[in-house]
């Protein structure tokens, strides 16, 4: 089953509004679709609902942008109840989390003379009960001149080591498997090869949060070479993880395509995302 279980919307940091991303998806051949934006579900019944009125498969999913240290290791939540209480406090908090970081990074840049109003930085967001996204920052600081284009704002001013870094707040990966397993969903590692460890300790790293509940890795990823998704698969088999997979794609006409890389959903994932 051809599927695609990484892609993002306006919730978080993309461009494509729910019914965009099913239309897309069916454009490009895929059958399951998850949408994973960051830190918040918002655009899920919508996805939910639009693609059964198209015929197309789709799962609750999202993406919470966990860290260990200054490592990012973001953790994808698939099939899990929508309805859950805890789940939803858990979105709840990361979105009181992002505003007060958002408050931090703005006063960090200010006082390198990178001057955002937060009120801009709100106005960004398509929806007004979403998270605050690093990209909502860097759009306003490349908007108001400080740099080229989005990429290059945040490239220079908020990377690690840069003034207006912060990772404040961020859940550990532990706690994203345990808030995503406690609503009955399946964890996923998402793009193992994106993650700065070197490979002794990213395997360490694998191995623990499999011991903490994790339940499959994204060995099929945009960026993944054919040697990088060999070797994803071989540490799933390893570990007992199922294989995830999807292009996190943003936005159309960018260097990612819904549908792209192609992944095949086996029956095994499928049986655990209660897909029939």
Not at 41 to 66: F, T, W
Not at 141 to 154: E, K, N, V
Not at 244 to 256: E, F, K, L, P, V
């Amino acid at each position: 089953m051809k599927a695609d279980m990484h892609v993002h919307t306006f919730a978080s940091d993309g461009l494509f509004s729910p019914e965009e991303a099913v239309n897309t998806a069916l454009s490009n051949g895929v059958k399951l679709l998850a949408v994973t934006d960051h830190d918040t579900i918002l655009s899920v019944d919508r996805v939910l609902n639009y693609a059964s009125s198209r015929g197309l498969c789709a799962i609750s999913g999202v993406e919470v942008s966990a860290y260990v240290g200054d490592v990012k290791i973001h953790m994808l939540g698939y099939s899990f109840d929508l309805n859950s209480k805890s789940f939803n406090a858990f979105m709840e908090k990361l979105r009181q989390n992002s505003i007060e970081r958002a408050q931090i990074i703005l006063s960090r840049l200010s006082s390198a003379g990178v001057v955002i109003p937060m009120e801009e930085v709100l106005k960004e967001r398509k929806l007004s009960n979403s998270p605050v996204h690093a990209m909502h920052i860097a759009r306003c600081g490349a908007r108001r001149g400080y740099a080229a284009d989005p990429f290059s704002f945040y490239k220079n001013f908020m990377l690690l080591g840069k003034v207006g870094y912060s990772n404040a707040f961020r859940p550990t990966p532990e706690q994203a498997i345990e808030e995503i397993n406690a609503a009955g969903g399946l964890s996923s590692l998402a793009h193992p090869g994106r993650i700065e460890l070197e490979k002794s300790d990213l395997e360490a790293l694998i191995f623990r949060l499999s011991q903490a509940g994790l339940g499959g890795i994204e060995g099929v990823y945009s960026t993944h070479t054919v040697k990088d998704t060999a070797y994803f698969k071989e540490l799933a088999r390893k570990f007992g993880l199922l294989v995830t997979g999807g292009s996190d794609c943003h936005w159309a006409n960018g260097s990612r395509k819904i549908g792209d890389p192609n992944f095949d959903a086996d029956g095994e994932l499928l049986a655990r995302l209660k897909i029939c």
